[in-house]
């Protein structure tokens, strides 16, 4: 009886054990995917925040040329507007030279 009490005892901690072994290999093996997740998810982000980062650089250089751009624009308003006076000065005189 007692013999009986020791094998099933026993049994029982050998069962026990497997049950550890695979609670513990699971465990280790969510762990590990767990970890490969948050490296990618790590990897994504980082990829991200240079994308966004270069996005940002892009868009501070597109104002810049913008800038640029309404400077010559306002550059060739005032010359046009100077070429006008001009050509109307000249109209002006050709006017003057014809009545004389």
């Keep these: 009886s007692d ?5 099933q ?26 970890e490969e997740m948050t490296n990618a998810r790590e990897a994504s982000l980082k990829a991200t925040m240079a994308k ?24 060739l308003e005032r010359q046009l507007v100077s070429l006008r006076r001009s050509v109307a000065s000249l109209a002006a005189t050709a006017a003057e030279v014809a009545l004389n």
């Design 52 to 75: 966004s980062d270069d996005l940002e650089q892009q868009l501070t250089e597109a104002k810049k040329q913008l800038a640029e751009s309404n400077t010559r624009s306002d550059d």
């Design 3 to 7: 013999a009986l009490k020791i094998i």
């Design 9 to 34: 005892e026993k049994r029982n901690l050998q069962t026990l054990a497997k049950e550890k072994a695979n609670f513990e290999e699971k465990l280790h093996k969510q762990s590990h995917t767990f």
